[in-house]
């Protein structure tokens, strides 16, 4: 396992007799990439403001390691903060150049002189805003601000970044351009600790998740893990050609015949009345399964060998995504100030 | 990896500031350098043109009458170019983005130089155009008490930007710290130093007050220096309704050379102290 190079212990923050964030205990190791998923006001802002030295904590501590030296407690060391790249909240800058500004944030961190006018050059095409480098922050679209405020965390080439809500503002372009270098830090071994709403984008990118809800970490894990909570999980299958309207009722029922032993025959109304549906224009279907890693086996072995004559299957997947807002429902739904009510059958994983 | 220790505990970052605050605030230094230096103009040259106005008698009573102005300039210059220096990190929510960064001590240190020398450099521009007329009326060497008069105007901005960055420390809004800063520096003291002497008259002098430590910059160039310092102005005569009868009011002139300046430095330490104690409290 690699070293831990973020250690909360026992993190608590008050603001007054509200409890934002209560007794947190989370381990971020080097190269993993954390994803910090909770609902509004469940503490993920607080959390990193607090790693940030931008909020005291009331208790607890937040332990750091940069250099490869041992963990140390960041109110303790100055000069952490330094070696971590922050994008808190939504940016506001001060109403100057976007060059002028970049230019003396690489100052202030002590990026290499002769080097920061490349680097400032590089990240500003590479975010497609070199054409307004020296145009002022108060002409930038939402979007543009936000870009420049990544721009901003990652700038002095940081081994931990920790961006809260990257995303907002952005167009499906530049989110996609956006995730597209985070990936690209990710393969550099970069540390980054992601707090978004944005279950996609989490999904896609972290190798964690992190729940959090009345400032409590209501699970810590992989989605896989995370979704082996669910009673029920999804697959989707994705047919070569779309399935005949007249055959398929009668297909759909051989399917289920045929899948049952596996498929969640007890499906909670509100994800489907059906395990097996459809769905034209996606040319798939979508099956409702009990979960285990050996029935995905199974299913997919039945459906190419047996449906061989019916269909063709060209791509079987388990998504990621809907599994994580599932997960995320259920924790969520089932948290309360007091803690996670513990469910029947449940294995939350939580706070190790 | 490089060594980012030494970013923040050396002074580097205090300079990158300074020279970052210097051209941030590049547009407020133009407008109030322009302002002063026509005010200068208006007084030193203009004024004279008039047949109306005869020139003083001498250098150091023109300085005296050309420097009616600097507190004014001083006063609105300290309100407008410190009173952002905290608060707006907090009310513009910038402080989320430097502050990680830069040790938050070393942010506002390198913000207020920044904002000091900008203003010493408004009241520097004012000294010389005066100092130019001065020499264009009567010739040289420049009257030295002149140089007094700019150390003491120097030691006056240190003082009442302390004080609004006291204000700038705990206060929420950057408008409203100028709006109060301003009210208190122009109308609070003179109004609390009016009613101190209409109770006291010379029993109590208000050295509480910043715009009666002011007076030094004016004061200083007279020779000798005021003695009395408190003067007493009576006058007679029948007032409306035939009520009548001798009337006399006090004022205090200036504080002396020596109370002054330890006074002004006072004010300095004590509003430095107090705002670093409010600013350290103050989370985003």
């Not at chain 1, 608590?12 to 007799?17: D, E």
């Not at chain 2, 006399?248 to 002139?253: A, C, D, E, N, R």
């Amino acid at each position: 396992m690699s070293e831990i190079v973020i250690k909360l212990e026992n993190l608590t923050k008050n603001f007054g007799n509200f409890t934002a964030v209560d007794s947190i205990n989370l381990e971020v190791c080097r190269g993993e990439t954390i994803g910090l998923v909770g609902p509004n006001g469940a503490g993920k802002t607080t959390t990193i403001k607090m790693i940030a030295k931008i909020l005291r904590p009331n208790s607890g501590k937040i332990l750091i390691r940069t250099n490869g030296s041992e963990l140390k407690d960041l109110q303790h060391v100055s000069s952490t903060v330094s070696q971590i790249g922050f994008l808190i909240d939504i940016p506001n800058f001060y109403n100057m150049t976007a060059y002028q500004l970049l230019k003396y944030f690489g100052k202030i961190q002590r990026y290499p002189k002769d080097k920061l006018d490349n680097r400032i050059d590089e990240l500003l095409a590479f975010f497609k805003l070199s054409e307004w480098k020296f145009e002022r922050v108060r002409n930038f679209s939402k979007g543009m601000v936000q870009k420049l405020g990544i721009i901003q965390a990652i700038l002095h080439d940081p081994d931990i970044i920790i961006l809260d809500e990257p995303q907002t503002g952005l167009d499906p372009l530049a989110r996609i351009e956006i995730r597209k270098y985070l990936r690209e830090l990710q393969s550099l071994g970069k540390t980054i600790f992601i707090a978004s709403h944005m279950l996609y984008e989490i999904s896609e990118i972290c190798d964690k998740i992190a729940l959090i809800n009345y400032g409590k970490i209501i699970g810590f894990d992989t989605v896989e893990n995370l979704a082996l909570t669910l009673k029920t999980s999804e697959l989707n299958c994705l047919l070569l050609e779309p399935l005949d309207a007249e055959k398929l009722p009668p297909l759909l029922n051989r399917i289920d015949e045929r899948l049952s032993p596996f498929l969640d025959q007890n499906l909670d109304p509100k994800i489907s009345k059906i395990p097996i549906l459809y769905n034209p224009e996606h040319q798939g279907l979508k099956l409702y399964f009990n979960g285990k890693n050996e029935s995905k086996g199974e299913i997919l072995k039945i459906l190419v060998n047996e449906f061989e004559s019916d269909f063709t299957v060209i791509s079987f997947t388990q998504p990621k995504t809907s599994q994580l807002e599932r997960v995320y429902s259920k924790l969520v739904e089932n948290s309360t100030p007091e803690g996670p009510i513990k469910l029947k059958g449940d294995d939350i994983k939580n706070e190790k | 990896m490089r060594n980012e220790n030494a970013s923040l505990t050396g002074l580097t970052p205090i300079f990158h500031t300074i020279f970052f605050e210097m051209k941030k605030q590049r547009k407020k230094l133009y407008f109030f350098t322009m302002v002063s230096i026509l005010i200068a103009v208006l007084l030193s040259y203009i004024l004279q043109l008039f047949p109306d106005n005869l020139l003083a008698d001498t250098q150091a009573e023109f300085f005296s009458s050309g420097l009616n102005f600097i507190s004014f300039i001083t006063l609105f210059s300290a309100c407008l170019f410190f009173s952002g220096i905290i608060c707006s990190e907090f009310n513009k929510r910038t402080g989320f983005i430097v502050f990680p960064k830069i040790n938050k001590y070393k942010l506002i240190i390198g913000k207020y130089i920044g904002n000091l020398i900008l203003v010493v450099s408004i009241i520097t521009a004012y000294y010389f155009v005066l100092g130019l007329f001065g020499f264009y009326y009567y010739g040289g060497p420049i009257n030295i008490r002149i140089f007094y008069s700019y150390g003491f105007a120097v030691l006056y901005v240190i003082a009442l930007s302390s004080f609004v960055t006291l204000f700038s420390s705990f206060m929420k809004n950057v408008n409203v710290t100028i709006i109060i800063t301003l009210i208190i520096l122009l109308m609070g003291f003179n109004i609390a130093d009016q009613i101190v002497t209409l109770f006291y008259a010379d029993m109590f002098e208000p050295l509480y007050s910043l715009a009666y430590l002011g007076n030094l910059i004016t004061s200083v160039l007279e020779n000798p220096f005021p003695d009395p310092r408190y003067v007493e102005y009576s006058f007679g005569g029948m007032g409306p309704g035939g009520m009548g009868g001798n009337f006399s009011y006090g004022i205090w002139v200036t504080p002396s050379i020596f109370m002054g300046t330890t006074l002004l430095l006072v004010y300095i330490i004590g509003c430095f102290i107090l705002a670093a104690l409010l600013f350290k409290r103050r989370q985003l």
